[in-house]
T-cell receptor, first 113, second 113 residues
Framework: GENVEQHPSTLSVQEGDSAVIKCTYS??????FPWYKQELGKRPQLIID?????GEKKDQRIAVTLNKTAKHFSLHITETQPEDSAVYFC????????????FGKGTMLLVSP | SQTIHQWPATLVQPVGSPLSLECTVE??????LYWYRQAAGRGLQLLFY??????ISSEVPQNLSASRPQDRQFILSSKKLLLSDSGFYLC????????????FGSGTRLTVV
């Protein structure tokens, strides 16, 4: 089955810096890659996603890049703010035809004022 | 628009007691439904998923079970809780097919004492 590795497990940055979280996946048939943000004690929420026919997608301060050849994708957050502090999860779709997502283990992002 | 309801929000149960968590989705039909568990400070573990009434796939063979008695209702149960069942339980849904992110319920924080 699909396996998703996520790094780093924790990331501390100063407010205004950029943050990058990287994920690799194992199933070359995966074609959908969402990112979720989970604040303490709350549910994970979808913040951005990318499909395999696109190499990059941006939404204001966040962007995701995908390299299908290398089977890795990354989340980029620019001009970080304290409210960006949360746990971020990457995920990949499973085998073709299924909707189940496989999640990475998460990255705790801490943005210091 | 679609909404997902999950209850209760918190639950404290003694070891050996039964469990029933309920999740319902409104505003859509034939959703895929999922149960995840998240231990403190850890990642998202898929427990069960369902693509239709009475169709349940188990990812983790433990003392938990799931049922889908109606199209938009998903129930997580246990006959006898263990201490290791403590965690944050999340219900989620998405549309059928490839490439759709999950929408998570607000979660149930279960503490087994």
């Amino acid at each position: 089955g699909e396996n998703v590795e996520q790094h780093p497990s924790t990331l501390s940055v100063q407010e205004g810096d950029s943050a990058v979280i990287k994920c690799t996946y194992s199933d070359s048939a995966s074609n959908y890659f969402p990112w979720y943000k989970q604040e303490l004690g709350k549910r994970p929420q979808l913040i951005i996603d990318i499909r395999s026919n696109v190499g990059e997608k941006k939404d204001q301060r966040i962007a995701v890049t995908l390299n299908k050849t290398a089977k890795h994708f990354s989340l980029h957050i620019t001009e970080t703010q304290p409210e960006d502090s949360a746990v971020y999860f990457c995920a990949a779709s499973g085998e073709s035809g299924y909707s189940t997502l496989t999640f990475g283990k998460g990255t705790m992002l801490l943005v210091s004022p | 628009s679609q909404t997902i309801h999950q209850w209760p929000a918190t639950l404290v149960q003694p070891v050996g007691s039964p469990l029933s968590l309920e999740c319902t989705v409104e505003g859509t039909s034939n959703p895929n439904l999922y149960w995840y568990r998240q231990a403190a400070g850890r990642g998202l573990q898929l427990l069960f998923y369902s693509i239709g009434i009475g169709q349940i796939s188990s990812e983790v063979p433990q003392n938990l079970s799931a049922s889908r008695p109606q199209d938009r209702q998903f129930i997580l149960s246990s006959k006898k809780l263990l201490l290791s069942d403590s965690g944050f339980y999340l219900c989620a849904w998405n549309w059928r097919g490839e490439g759709y992110g999950y929408t998570f319920g607000s979660g149930t924080r279960l503490t087994v004492v």
